[in-house]
């Protein structure tokens, strides 16, 4: 399969001169830039409950070449909801890499991510308050989470968390097993309680291990009813299948009780025109929703290098959502289309008032000699999938979604911009139901 890697790190970009119609154009004072010393790349953002927002993120240095990891601990910003920073901290060193951020149901926060040794095997996670104080840091051994050898100094790290409903909350990870050097890993899900204590700490195959696969991303979901839903995304075989081997679109959804942590069964996701399902979401009646972009041409797969996780992703002129059932079976499909050049989607939300929102980029351009001025693409869809609107956020330099949260009369969105200065720094912005930037 001939594949064409576009990397993310894009210094001299062109401008287009004009923008789509259903394109936002950048207005003054609306996309607010976090000032930070070094370059930043967004990684999260989280909405507290009395309306004010923290965006946090990792040196950009430190994920893409790494010649200096260590040096720059990542940063949380916190702004009040009308947009003004009330203040900006570092995170310790057992979180030198934050991965992602939550909110507990007591209104505490929880960072994880990889500590500033670099190739450790240690998954740390900072308790704080919403003053950025820190309460309480814990770690936890998980060989694979890097694989700086093989990488040129990029962490390999697949992880997340979410919070509980009854208090704590939940870590999903790959890991390597048997604990040596070779491409077979678990999945690993640890709940925690809210003074970080282990509560349970459980190994799983996502399929048959005679199959010799490794799980390539992980995506962690929590049920309405206290159950874990994880997507163990594309895996990476060995041998490496043939072109035209179907089991390349693999994919699975993991599901786990909430009281044992017992898996109780396992979605398998098989299709041709996917490559790599990215975003997991779930209908009101418990269905899996996923997106991935579709394959263009012959056998041909255009790839996006994703800073967030540090892996590949496919990218597409058309993104496809499909709703299935646990057996993988499709009950309804969705293309989204018509934006420019080429995209995906990285986050999506279910959102309060029905329906389900997606952040990404777009503007992925195929010309690596000329690459392309990419935009925040954002999408609402309905419960049957329908499309209410489609945006492309430009900020006239490269641009990437991160994140999205739902508020009262709008959505507040994250993500990565190119500054006046070429580097990149962490951006917010809210929109209006209607997907129009505002203030």
């Known amino acids: 399969m001939k594949r064409i890697v576009i990397n993310i790190v894009i210094i001299g970009l062109v401008l287009f001169a004009s923008c789509k119609k259903e394109n936002a154009e950048p207005s003054q004072g609306l996309i607010k830039t976090i000032d930070t010393e070094a370059p930043f790349f967004n990684r999260g953002l989280i909405r507290l409950d009395d309306g004010s927002i923290i965006v946090y993120g990792v040196a950009f240095e430190d994920i893409t070449i790494a010649?200096?990891?260590?040096?720059?601990?990542?940063?949380?910003?916190?702004f009040d909801r009308t947009g003004e920073k009330l203040w900006q901290r570092q995170l310790p060193e057992e979180v030198y890499e934050v991965w992602k951020g939550i909110s507990l149901v007591n209104g505490e926060l929880i960072f994880m991510g990889l500590n500033s040794e670099l190739s450790s095997e240690e998954v740390g996670f900072v308790k704080m308050n919403v003053d950025g104080e820190i309460l309480q840091t814990t770690s936890i051994t998980n060989p694979a989470n890097s694989g700086f050898a093989n990488l040129g100094n990029l962490s390999s790290a697949a992880m997340d968390i979410e919070r509980l409903d009854g208090g704590g909350f939940a870590f999903v990870a790959r890991r390597r097993w048997p604990p040596t050097n070779t491409p077979i890993f678990r999945l690993r899900l640890v709940v925690f309680d809210n003074n970080m204590t282990i509560l349970s700490d459980e190994?799983?195959?996502?399929?048959?291990?005679?199959?010799?696969?490794?799980?390539?991303?992980?995506?962690?979901?929590?049920?309405?009813?206290?159950?874990?839903w994880v997507l163990a995304g594309t895996p990476i075989f060995n041998p490496p299948l043939t072109p035209d081997a179907h089991e390349l679109s693999y994919a699975a959804v993991m599901h786990f009780d909430g009281q044992s942590y017992d898996r109780l069964s396992v979605a398998r996701f098989v299709s041709d025109p996917f490559y790599k399902p990215k975003t997991l979401l779930f209908s009101s009646s418990g269905n899996p929703i996923w997106s991935?972009?579709?394959?263009?041409?012959?056998?041909?797969?255009?790839?996006l290098y994703n800073i967030r996780n540090q892996e590949y992703v496919s990218v597409g002129r058309t993104i496809e959502l499909r709703e299935t059932n646990q057996n993988?079976?499709?009950?309804?499909?969705?293309?989204?289309?018509?934006?420019?050049a080429r995209g995906y989607f990285h986050k999506a939300k279910s959102c309060a008032s029905g329906g389900f929102i997606f952040v990404?980029?777009?503007?992925?351009?195929?010309?690596?000699s000329n690459p392309s001025l990419t935009k925040i693409l954002l999408v609402r869809i309905d419960d049957q999938l329908n499309i209410q609107w489609m945006r492309e956020i430009s900020t006239n330099r490269a641009a990437m979604g991160i994140d999205v949260k739902e508020i009262e009369d709008g959505f507040i969105i994250s993500g990565s911009s190119l500054s006046i200065n070429e580097e990149f720094r962490m951006i917010f912005f809210k929109v209006n139901r209607s997907g129009e930037l505002t203030n």
């Open 67 to 78: 010649t200096n990891y260590g040096q720059t601990p990542s940063v949380l910003a916190k």
């Open 203 to 228: 190994f799983h195959d996502p399929e048959d291990p005679e199959r010799q696969y490794s799980i390539s991303d992980v995506e962690l979901e929590v049920g309405q009813d206290g159950d874990f």
């Open 292 to 303: 991935a972009p579709r394959q263009e041409g012959s056998g041909q797969d255009l790839v």
């Open 328 to 340: 993988g079976e499709i009950l309804k499909s969705t293309q989204v289309s018509g934006f420019e």
């Open 360 to 368: 990404g980029t777009s503007g992925i351009s195929q010309n690596l």
